[in-house]
């Protein structure tokens, strides 16, 4: 497959490449370019999705991979990117010092900014999400879109043995809260920001990477995952057979992109619309999840949710 995309992005199939795993896509990790492939048709969807965002970033002061191009071969879906200087947030973490490790998030928090002042479609959503969103399957569960919250609740009650209490519950605690959103500004939001979608090179961000779930929503929609992320660690490792970080050594984080961007941290009712985003998370996994055991889960964060605690209570900033 390798060659065959190199091909046909008019790249000479010559240099060392080195495969790489991940959740959907193969990867293969050339001097200077990236090659992504997948058998799965949702994934070129994705890449094309990647490609119009990468329009968007185009002479902003993101740091960001450039996309060279994309396509659907014999062999599936592809993508080429260009290769960023520097290894993921997610493998430089363990050995960096306290140092290097804050002023990696000091320089996230600058890209995070950047990102978030790029001019962006009011429409713009991933397709697989306004799929989902329409009724379709759901091959990942976020990032939020809050105004949908309502419906995953009633997506949720058309599930066999589901809570009808907790739901009606939650459906009133919804709409008590949807007022905190009323006249948000959106802005471009990465959607899934955790340490594997993070390049870095000597303590400094090169590069977001994988806008596969890219969107406009309210700035603070990218707390969501980020701080899932320092809380649960474990369930962001970079491929499903990996480890994730532990949770002790990104207990720092938030403060610290507090103090880079404190702005992301200055809206008002913020826990409070940190908790929708959540439950529009869990309630989507609750409603959708092919396995029970997942979808038990949730259920019971949710109630927790209703109760007033999340995975934020042992994080501050």
């Given at each position: 497959?390798?060659?065959?995309?190199?091909?046909?992005?008019?790249?000479?199939?010559?240099?060392?490449?080195?495969?790489?795993?991940?959740?959907?896509?193969?990867?293969?990790?050339?001097?200077?370019?990236?090659?992504?492939?997948?058998?799965?048709?949702?994934?070129?969807?994705?890449?094309?999705?990647?490609?119009?965002?990468?329009?968007?970033?185009?002479?902003?002061?993101?740091?960001?991979?450039?996309?060279?191009?994309?396509?659907?071969?014999?062999?599936?879906?592809?993508?080429?990117?260009?290769?960023?200087?520097?290894?993921?947030?997610?493998?430089?973490?363990?050995?960096?010092?306290?140092?290097?490790?804050?002023?990696?998030?000091?320089?996230?928090?600058?890209?995070?900014?950047?990102?978030?002042?790029?001019?962006?479609?009011?429409?713009?959503?991933?397709?697989?999400?306004?799929?989902?969103?329409?009724?379709?399957?759901?091959?990942?569960?976020?990032?939020?879109?809050?105004?949908?919250?309502?419906?995953?609740?009633?997506?949720?009650?058309?599930?066999?043995?589901?809570?009808?209490?907790?739901?009606?519950?939650?459906?009133?605690?919804?709409?008590?809260?949807?007022?905190?959103?009323?006249?948000?500004?959106?802005?471009?939001?990465?959607?899934?920001?955790?340490?594997?979608?993070?390049?870095?090179?000597?303590?400094?961000?090169?590069?977001?990477?994988?806008?596969?779930?890219?969107?406009?929503?309210?700035?603070?929609?990218?707390?969501?995952?980020?701080?899932?992320?320092?809380?649960?660690?474990?369930?962001?490792?970079?491929?499903?057979?990996?480890?994730?970080?532990d949770a002790p050594a990104l207990a720092e984080v938030p403060r610290w992109l507090h103090d880079a961007y404190p702005e992301l941290f200055e809206r008002e009712h913020l826990r409070e619309?940190?908790?929708?985003?959540?439950?529009?998370?869990?309630?989507?996994?609750?409603?959708?999840?092919?396995?029970?055991?997942?979808?038990?889960?949730?259920?019971?964060?949710?109630?927790?949710?209703?109760?007033?605690?999340?995975?934020?209570?042992?994080?501050?900033?």
């Amino acid at each position: 497959m390798l060659k065959k995309t190199l091909a046909a992005a008019g790249l000479p199939a010559t240099g060392r490449f080195v495969p790489k795993a991940g959740w959907v896509s193969r990867a293969w990790i050339g001097e200077d370019v990236v090659v992504r492939g997948s058998s799965d048709g949702q994934v070129l969807d994705a890449y094309r999705h990647e490609a119009a965002v990468a329009d968007l970033l185009a002479g902003s002061a993101v740091p960001h991979a450039r996309h060279i191009a994309h396509g659907d071969g014999p062999d599936g879906p592809w993508c080429v990117t260009e290769r960023l200087p520097g290894r993921s947030l997610h493998e430089v973490w363990p050995a960096a010092d306290r140092r290097t490790r804050r002023t990696i998030i000091e320089s996230l928090g600058t890209a995070l900014r950047a990102l978030h002042r790029v001019p962006v479609p009011a429409e713009l959503l991933p397709p697989w999400l306004s799929g989902a969103l329409a009724g379709g399957e759901w091959p990942a569960y976020h990032p939020p879109v809050v105004s949908r919250t309502l419906q995953r609740v009633e997506a949720a009650r058309r599930r066999p043995g589901h809570d009808p209490r907790l739901l009606a519950d939650v459906a009133a605690w919804v709409q008590e809260r949807l007022v905190l959103f009323e006249g948000d500004a959106l802005v471009l939001v990465h959607g899934d920001l955790h340490g594997s979608n993070v390049i870095v090179d000597g303590g400094r961000v090169t590069g977001l990477v994988d806008f596969a779930e890219a969107l406009a929503q309210p700035a603070d929609a990218e707390l969501d995952t980020l701080l899932r992320w320092c809380a649960r660690p474990a369930e962001f490792p970079p491929t499903p057979e990996a480890r994730g970080l532990d949770a002790p050594a990104l207990a720092e984080v938030p403060r610290w992109l507090h103090d880079a961007y404190p702005e992301l941290f200055e809206r008002e009712h913020l826990r409070e619309r940190l908790d929708v985003y959540d439950m529009h998370m869990e309630l989507a996994i609750h409603a959708h999840h092919p396995h029970e055991d997942v979808r038990a889960t949730a259920r019971g964060r949710i109630a927790r949710l209703l109760r007033g605690h999340s995975h934020r209570d042992g994080l501050s900033w």
